[in-house]
């Protein structure tokens, strides 16, 4: 089973002193035993209080908070670690990453270069100083570090662990692909066909180098210093470009998830807000290709449909109508340029034998003895849904058998509020698969996700939400969203306007196949809420409000059963926040502005204007996602949540990237 990839405290490089000697910290067993971020924080900050010298509690205790999402007091702790050491490296690597996640590349370049400087042989500060000017378009510079990393740190033949060097590999490779299309229409290609099939689903899993699945994988061909680097610059000098820039602030915050865990991102709310305007432009090109000439100049301006079958993930490029995909793979090309860590790609176009075994996502909501920050608020809802489909269906064992439960177990189930307490009713690991009503098919229901739960020794449990990729689940959900988009585009086209009701309904409709869908390795969840918005506005709506405090739109949508569930869930907050908009009548066209991956790099880098950010202040989630002995503890996490503002600074930040691990599924224990 691949590890899952959460947000703990990233400490293994951490050195305590103790009697004149150092030795490694105990951060670890500190972290199993202290289940929350809330609690850890409260055990270095009485470390600060035994020892206010101790640079390695001040700067854990700045990690600590950044989990939680508050940037703030990360800020302060870090600067606290700073000063005490200017010199301390793994202040810089930590403090560099809260910066990296908060959109903010530029200051977290600044801080991994210096923790190089610091220290030559420190290659966690040299690779993401590498990943910076990856994500800048300084190609040149990006692929010269990485192959100095390559040669410091080369893959050790025989071992499994992930070196910096071993991911660098995948990096360089994927920053020498796109230095050659720097200069080249975005919809002429498509990294997703085009790159080896092996190589992604290996990025993905981070698998080494030496791996048999990249035996036959051809390495990218040398870069060419030919090809001029993104120019880092804060205005473009085009009118144009920085229309469009100013005009992605207005949609880019919607994207934020107001939930403890989630940091502020602006580069992310930037691609949020450039993307939206993208696709409701093309979406509406769509609509009007369907009108008459007089109808569409009816008030309406007329958009050029900017798409090339070369450049789409369907089909390979063959010919085709403009459909949901296409739609989606605009942003998908947003979301995979403006994050070159994150390996954003088609499930289906994996390796055959991999998709055929179910390339899927795993999303923890507790995870051994720690109850995860962001996605535990939604234990107690998941937990009910299990026991009720335990109770009407029973559940699969991790050899994929389905199996009833006893009757004389059910009252003992309905009682279970732990994962001990299920796991004392079932016995087993098991999972059950959450029902996804069709309605391209009426009265056929598909498979939707699995919930599983898996006993992780010592006395820790796995409890997660997986949605296996299959190529029979692929051609359901796919006839779905096909489904879906021809009902949109009969709407969208009703004359003489839409109905806003209905076209919202079915833009969430869309919505709610999508997440239940997952067809992406990562970023699905944002991809479809920046979907949302961009259809609505293609209609004339602007949704101008982000998900309530609390709320992640896609749990509802996965835990939800049918569209109508979900979308009676969201009416009460979406409906109200729907405001006529004219702004597609007088927007620069992105798909002509913004063309190449060089100018959307131009815009994504602009220098940010401070806003006003919305954090969670640690303290105030005491509880939310606390463990015990027995992780998922079923009570609702106390304390109230708080806004806060974040200090003007000359950038800001965007929300964190989702941290979704990737494997393969067979089984619940696979």
Aim: aromatic fraction near 10%; proline fraction near 6%.
């Amino acid at each position: 089973m691949a590890p899952v990839r959460s947000r703990g405290i990233s400490s293994d490089c951490v050195k305590i002193p103790s009697g004149g000697r150092e030795k490694p910290s105990s951060v670890r067993g500190i972290s199993s035993l202290v289940a929350s971020p809330c609690e850890i924080a409260l055990a270095y900050e009485r470390a600060t209080q035994l020892d206010p010298n101790m640079k390695e509690a001040w700067a854990n205790l700045a990690q600590a908070h950044r989990d939680a999402g508050d940037r703030q007091n990360a800020e302060k702790y870090f600067a606290k670690a700073e000063r005490l050491d200017p010199n301390y490296v793994h202040c810089y690597h930590l403090r560099g990453l809260l910066y990296y996640g908060c959109g903010e590349i530029r200051l977290a370049l600044q801080d991994f270069s210096k923790g190089h400087e610091c220290d030559r042989n420190d290659k966690n500060c040299f690779l993401m100083k590498a990943v910076c000017k990856h994500s800048l378009g300084d190609m040149s510079g990006a692929i010269s570090e990485y192959t100095l990393l390559l040669k410091m740190d080369p893959e050790r033949e025989g071992t499994n662990y992930i070196t910096p060097g071993h991911l660098c590999y995948y990096q360089r490779e994927l920053a020498i692909y796109l230095q050659k299309r720097l200069d080249v229409d975005v919809i002429s290609f498509n990294a997703d066909v085009e790159l080896d099939a092996y190589f992604k689903e290996s990025y993905c899993k981070r698998d080494p180098t030496n791996h048999p699945r990249l035996c036959n994988y051809t390495p990218q061909k040398p870069a060419t210093s030919k090809i001029p680097d993104v120019k880092l610059v804060d205005k473009s000098g085009v009118k144009e470009i920085d229309e469009l820039v100013e005009l992605s602030r207005r949609f880019g915050p919607l994207i934020q998830l107001r939930s403890a865990g989630f940091l502020s991102n602006l580069r992310q709310h930037r691609m949020c807000g450039l993307a939206i305007l993208h696709m409701a432009q093309q979406a509406k090109a769509w609509w009007q290709s369907g009108s008459t000439a007089e109808t569409v100049a009816n008030g309406s301006r007329r958009y050029d449909l900017y798409f090339d079958v070369k450049g789409s993930s369907k089909d390979c490029g063959k010919k085709h109508a403009f459909g949901w995909r296409d739609f989606m793979d605009i942003s998908v090309k947003w979301r995979q340029i403006s994050e070159p860590n994150d390996p954003v790609f088609w499930i289906d176009l994996m390796a055959e034998e991999v998709f055929a075994e179910g390339f899927g996502l795993q999303t923890p909501m507790v995870t051994g003895q720690m109850n995860v920050v962001r996605y535990y608020p939604y234990f107690e809802r998941a937990r009910d849904v299990v026991k009720k489909l335990i109770e009407e269906s029973g559940a699969c064992n991790v050899h994929d058998q389905r199996f009833m439960l006893p009757p004389n177990k059910i009252d003992q189930l309905k009682e279970a509020k732990t994962c001990q307490d299920l796991w004392d009713v079932m016995q087993q690991g098991f999972y059950v698969e959450t029902p996804c009503h069709s309605i391209a098919r009426p009265g056929k229901i598909m498979a939707g996700t699995r919930i599983t739960l898996l006993q992780k020794p010592p006395d820790g449990f796995d409890f997660t939400i997986r949605t296996p990729g299959t190529p029979p689940r692929w051609l359901e959900m796919d006839k779905e969203m096909a489904h879906v988009w021809s009902l949109l585009t009969e709407e969208a086209r009703r004359q003489p306007a839409p109905d806003p009701d209905r076209f919202t309904d079915l833009a969430l409709t869309f919505y709610f196949y999508w997440v239940n869908f997952g067809p992406l390795s990562r970023g699905t969840a944002a991809c479809g809420y920046i979907a949302f918005f961009a259809l609505m506005l293609s209609i004339g709506f602007e949704v101008q409000t982000s998900p309530p405090e609390g709320t992640q739109v896609d749990w509802p949508a996965i835990l939800s059963p049918t569209p109508a569930g979900f979308i009676e869930e969201v009416r009460s907050w979406i409906y109200p926040s729907r405001e006529r908009c004219d702004i597609l009548e007088t927007a620069p066209a992105v798909g002509e502005v913004l063309a190449t991956p060089r100018r959307m790099l131009e815009a994504l880098n602009f220098c940010h204007v401070f806003c006003w950010g919305f954090q969670w202040d640690l303290r105030e989630i005491h509880g939310r996602g606390r463990g015990d002995r027995h992780a998922g503890d079923g009570k609702k996490g106390g304390g109230q949540r708080s806004r806060r503002t974040t200090r003007k600074s000359e950038q800001t930040s965007e929300g964190e990237q989702e941290k979704h691990g990737t494997q393969t599924i067979k089984g619940a224990g696979s």
